[in-house]
């Protein structure tokens, strides 16, 4: 089982800057994939951002320019640098990883519990 620490979140003014990390640990789980996605209230989780082993990153539009998000893949963390924060990235932020265990042919996903990002305007 791959367990997931967020840490980061919380309230912040529109304009400011938050960063969120997260660890995944686990025996036998070789990470491919790690990124976050966000739910804000009444609407369905989302992509921000993913990143690849290969260090390929995909960014939702709505945060391009402004998100960054780091890797290490030797430790399996990931961070969200997220800058000039709006109103509307209010939302939990959920870790994402994929990944396959040894010896299967099939992709795991794991989630992190959320953590809350506020950003008031």
């Known amino acids: 089982q791959v367990q997931l620490v967020e840490s980061g979140g919380g309230l912040v003014q529109a304009g400011g800057s938050l960063r969120l990390s997260c660890a995944a640990s686990?025996?036998?789980?070789?990470?491919?994939?790690m990124g976050w996605y966000r739910q804000a209230p009444g609407k369905q989780r989302e992509l921000v951002v993913i990143?690849?082993?290969?260090?390929?990153?995909d960014y939702a539009d709505s945060v391009k320019g402004r998100f960054t998000i780091s890797r290490d893949s030797a430790k399996n963390t990931v961070d969200l640098q997220m800058s000039s924060l709006k109103p509307e990235d209010t939302a939990v932020y959920y870790c994402?990883?994929?990944?396959?265990?040894?010896?299967?042919?099939?992709?795991?996903?794991?989630w992190g519990q959320g953590t809350q990002v506020t950003v008031s305007s």
């Open positions: 990143s690849t082993r290969n260090g390929n990153t």
């Open positions: 686990g025996s036998g789980f070789r990470v491919n994939v």
């Open positions: 994402y990883v994929s990944g396959l265990y040894s010896g299967s042919l099939y992709n795991s996903d794991y």
